[in-house]
T-cell receptor
């Protein structure tokens, strides 16, 4: 069974600070996704990473896929209150038909 | 990408009743999934909705409690039967990216249906 762990579980920071969220597994994934979910809404896809070592940037967000495709990180620069939410990572197995979700990191950015 | 619409977005339900959630996608997709997210928790896969055949349920979920329909490649329903307060959750429809060969294996979510059972 493939499992994903995320750390930290909770994070509360001040506006303007930087932060990194980690997603780790002992399993290899064909791709990994990051989602942000706001209260009462469905998760919204932020990025998909596919290649080991891949780095993708989305404005102030930087995503990295580990070389071995077992882990990923999300770095936010100069966090804003609008970044507040639940950040979920999800990995797809090699067949692309099974998606495993991490437990999530709940981020709160205080003005 | 895919645009997914779910109805209802929210509902308050009486114990013992059943509610059907609808999921409509703007393009034909092979894989459709139903997830449950209990308060403060991550996502748990209920089942994969298969077009033209019975849904494939995950461990701990059964057809009698969560019957699923998938009449075509753009639509599915999930029914939560004989509800109890423990069924209070967000229920999420998701689909595999129809362009997965371009973007890698990715799934998209609807807005969710927030059910509160009283």
């Amino acid at each position: 069974t493939q499992l994903l762990e995320q750390s930290p579980q909770f994070l509360s920071i001040q506006e303007g600070e930087n932060l990194t969220v980690y997603c780790n597994s002992s399993s290899v994934f064909s791709s990994l996704q990051w989602y942000r979910q706001e209260p009462g809404e469905g998760p919204v896809l932020l990025v998909t990473v596919v290649t080991g070592g891949e780095v993708k940037k989305l404005k102030r967000l930087t995503f990295q896929f580990g070389d071995a495709r077992k882990d990923s990180s999300l770095h936010i620069t100069a966090a804003q209150p609008g970044d507040t939410g639940l950040y979920l990572c999800a990995g797809a197995d090699n067949y692309g038909q099974n998606f495993v979700f991490g437990p999530g990191t709940r981020l709160s950015v205080l003005p | 990408s895919a645009v997914i619409s779910q109805k209802p977005s929210r509902d308050i339900c009486q114990r013992g009743t059943s509610l059907t959630i609808q999921c409509q996608v703007d393009s034909q997709v092979t894989m459709m999934f139903w997830y449950r997210q209990q308060p403060g928790q991550s996502l748990t896969l209920i089942a994969t909705a298969n077009q033209g055949s019975e849904a494939t349920y995950e461990s701990g979920f059964v057809i009698d409690k969560f019957p699923i329909s998938r009449p075509n490649l753009t639509f599915s329903t999930l029914t939560v039967s004989n509800m109890s307060p423990e069924d209070s959750s967000i229920y999420l429809c998701s689909v595999e990216d129809p362009d997965k060969t371009i973007s890698g294996n990715t799934i998209y979510f609807g807005e969710g249906s927030w059910l509160t059972v009283v």
